[in-house]
């Protein structure tokens, strides 16, 4: 399985900006790779998915506008660029990965369970 390691996560103000980084221990090809976060006594939230093979897109309605997921295959590294961030964001964000599959699943790919990779997880806050 794919070992994932993400990066980019800090201290920021609202209103601010971070790219996260998760970076796949090798060729990552036809998997899909989801974000997501966890803040302190909730549950684990997707943020958003993308699928390696066509670079189609999954995103929460939570983020959408805000959050852009994007690749480098040729690095093996998801990116998560996080414009406009909240207090409301601030949590520890992780990365994971299913594959080898043929899509990121509408009905799956919000559900932790999906995934058979995790990183172990970046955080990030935002302060008002």
């Known amino acids: 399985q794919v070992q994932l390691v993400e990066s980019g996560g800090g201290s920021v103000q609202a209103g601010g900006s971070l790219r996260l980084s998760c970076a796949a221990s090798?060729?990552?090809?036809?998997?899909?790779i989801g974000w997501f976060r966890q803040a302190p006594g909730k549950e684990r939230e997707a943020v958003a998915a993308?699928?390696?093979?066509?670079?189609?897109?999954l995103n929460a309605d939570s983020v959408k506008g805000r959050f852009t997921i994007s690749q480098d295959n040729a690095k093996n590294t998801v990116y998560l660029q996080m414009n406009s961030l909240t207090p409301e964001d601030t949590a520890m964000y992780y990365c994971?990965?299913?594959?080898?599959?043929?899509?990121?699943?509408?009905?799956?790919?919000?559900?932790?369970?999906?995934?058979?990779?995790w990183g172990q997880g970046t955080q990030v806050t935002v302060s008002s």
């Open positions: 994971a990965a299913i594959g080898p599959v043929g899509y990121c699943s509408g009905t799956y790919w919000a559900r932790p369970l999906t995934y058979h990779s």
């Open positions: 993308i699928y390696t093979v066509s670079g189609r897109t």
């Open positions: 090798y060729d990552y090809s036809s998997h899909c």
